[in-house]
Structures are given as structure tokens and as C-alpha cells.
């Protein structure tokens, strides 16, 4: 794999830092260290930085004046998709699906304020279950109407060329844990539209790194999410030179931290994101990391990390939390 040969905008100075967590690992008897992505550039940072690196480069070389994404009414995706086509000078439309219904209110605080603040070029409210690709076309076809170029950006930038954000990241995580004198013996990652753990599978697995890594689901199936990945990274892996297909085994993901539903709150998610809070100054948010932490709790009370080092990957959404103010405090 070479990335350098793939076309790439910057929006982070440097890497990412990897901390260890002690009070945490206290807390929890194991030894945890964490990669700080919610570090990351753009607005509030996050995990959809990486992606849109290569991306936004993607729509620049096809002459895009327009940006269109989906993502659901508290989407850190979109908040940041339009905050790189702000730093680009491209208008951003966004279609927002209504997960839970009745979920979409247009006075609603967090990324919702930002997509607002930001200047989003338009806002679209679509039902669960809607056709989003036929959606976004739709936008597109007004957009080509009106004399622009547009350029669509799938769910949560999660197609091979927005996965080659965290084969990038993985290579990252390689080099930096060889600086430190740190061997890593097991990863923990959200998994959801999937491009954040398709890729980072995919750049281990094509270093030969050897390091396990669980996906803990914040709203797919473990028998829909595993396949899907495990394609995903593969043509991830392609995509930046590797000719590998990725093996069913180093594919795993749990999906028993989702509770009752996509962005719906659990009182392991409030734990998790309350203790991170209190041992280690750090923000979890309450759909994905806060329910990825939860996973990573339960892993470590249980014992199946033993004295290995596992690095969590912190993937960002810090400004969902000014919108489930309750659900975050438990109150
Ligand atoms: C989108 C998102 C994820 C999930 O990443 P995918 O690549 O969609 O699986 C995790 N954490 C945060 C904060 C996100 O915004």
C-alpha cells in the first residue's frame, strides 16, 4: 500500500495522540490506552475528518461546486461534511433522516445548531426507511437544473475511497505505537455505517499487525454488520494497493451495546460516558463512542483483555452531547 498516491486534501496538522488512560485503567483493571481522533481538524473533529480527506479531494478533481451528504438528525458526519465544504468554498445541502420518529427539531441545540451556524446551503427531512440514495440523486438533479456540478457523499462517508481515512489511520497507529515502544494487543472501535472499523481492518490486515480488533455496533446486526465489513475492507484494501482479501476471522463485531436502538440511550452508555468524564477528562458522546465505551468496560470487567495494552479508538461527537443533555447526566 502506498496512500501518498491517492489524491488527499489535509484538514489535520500531524497526527492524533495516543494517551494512556491511567485512572481508567485503574478503575477497570486493564491497560487502556486511547487514540484521540475526536482531535482531529474541522469543526469539533471526529472521525468523518479522515474520510473526507480523500473525498472532498475526490469531488475537487471532478469539478464538484456542491456537496450533498445524508446522515441522521444529530449527524457528526454531516456537521463535518459541511464544515470541509465550507474550508473548500462548496455548497453543502443535507438530507436528514428521521431515525426515531419525530426526532428532527429544527430548533435543537448540538450539531443541529452547528449545521446552522456553519450556513448549510439546505435542509431535508426524510423518513426511516426512506430511499436516501434516491434522495440525494433528487437533490443532485436540482442542482445540475440550476447549473452546478454536484457530488455525493454515501451515509456516514462509509465507501472504499472515505475508508482510506482509516486504512491511513491504522498505518498512523502503527507508526506512532513503534515510536512509543507501545505493542498494542487489542483494538476497540465503533462500527456503524462501517468505513471507520472496514478501514482500519483493512490497513492492520494488510500490515500483517496481528492485532485483534472488535467492532461494537451502535445499530446494525452482527450477522448483517460482519459481511459487510469484511467486503468493505476488502475493497478498501484494494483500493490502496494491497491484493488481499480480507479473511472472515479477523472480522468481529458485537452488537449487544446497541439497546433498543440507533442514538435511543442505555444506562451502560450513560456509565461509560460519565465515567470517562470523571477518572479521565475526556467527552464520550451519547450515540456512538458512549456506547462503544460501554463495550469496552464490559470487555475489561470481564477479563478478556488479561494485562494486554487495548487502544480505543476515540472517533468524536462531542457536540451531540448539548442535545441529550438528560441522557448524558442520567437525570
Ligand atoms: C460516524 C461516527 C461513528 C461511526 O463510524 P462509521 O465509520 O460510520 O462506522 C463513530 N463515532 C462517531 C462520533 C461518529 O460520528
New binding site residues.
Given amino acids: 500500500m502506498h496512500l501518498a498516491r491517492i489524491p488527499r486534501r489535509r484538514y489535520t496538522a500531524g497526527q492524533t495522540p495516543i494517551e494512556f488512560l491511567p485512572n481508567l485503567s485503574a478503575e477497570l483493571g486493564a491497560q487502556i490506552y486511547i487514540k484521540r481522533d475526536d482531535l482531529l481538524g474541522l469543526t469539533s473533529g ?3 475528518t479522515r474520510k473526507l480527506e480523500f473525498l472532498m479531494a475526490d469531488a475537487l478533481a471532478k469539478g464538484a461546486d456542491t456537496i450533498i451528504t445524508v446522515g441522521a438528525v444529530q449527524s ?2 454531516c456537521r463535518l461534511t459541511l464544515a470541509a465544504a465550507v474550508k473548500e468554498g462548496l455548497a453543502c445541502h443535507l438530507l436528514l433522516e428521521e431515525r426515531v420518529p419525530g426526532s428532527y427539531d429544527v430548533d435543537a441545540s448540538g450539531n443541529n445548531l452547528l449545521y446552522k451556524l456553519l450556513g448549510v446551503s439546505s435542509i431535508r427531512v426524510t423518513p426511516a426507511g426512506s430511499d436516501l440514495a434516491a434522495g440525494m440523486e433528487e437533490i443532485a438533479e436540482e442542482v445540475r437544473q440550476a447549473g452546478g456540478t454536484p457530488y455525493i457523499i454515501p451515509g ?1 462517508g ?1 465507501n472504499p475511497l472515505g475508508s482510506l481515512g482509516y486504512v491511513a489511520c491504522a498505518e498512523e497507529i502503527l507508526a506512532q505505537t513503534f515510536e512509543m515502544g507501545l505493542p498494542i494487543d487489542h483494538l476497540v472501535t ?8 472496514a478501514g482500519i481492518t483493512a490497513g492492520l490486515t494488510a500490515n500483517n499487525a496481528g492485532i485483534p480488533i472488535t467492532g461494537i455496533s ?1 445499530r446494525p446486526k452482527k450477522e448483517d454488520q460482519e459481511p459487510k465489513i469484511r467486503e468493505l475492507a476488502t475493497q478498501a484494501a484494494r483500493l490502496a494497493g494491497a491484493d488481499i482479501d480480507i479473511p472472515a476471522e479477523v472480522v468481529t463485531v458485537r452488537d449487544e451495546f446497541v439497546g433498543p436502538g440507533y442514538s435511543l440511550p442505555t444506562a451502560e452508555m450513560t456509565e461509560a460516558i460519565q465515567l470517562f468524564a470523571r477518572t479521565e477528562g475526556i467527552l464520550l ?1 451519547p450515540v ?2 458512549g456506547k462503544t465505551g460501554a463495550g469496552l468496560i464490559a470487555m475489561a470487567r470481564a477479563g478478556e483483555f488479561g494485562d494486554g495494552n487495548v487502544l480505543f479508538l476515540h ?3 462531542s457536540p451531540a452531547i448539548y442535545h441529550y443533555q438528560q441522557e448524558v447526566l442520567g437525570a
Avoid at 190 to 197: A, D, F, L, V, Y
Fill in positions: 471526529g472521525n468523518k457528526n458526519h456516514g462509509s465503533p462500527s456503524g455505517s462501517g468505513g471507520t472499523h451502535v458522546d456512538y463512542t472517533t468524536g461527537g
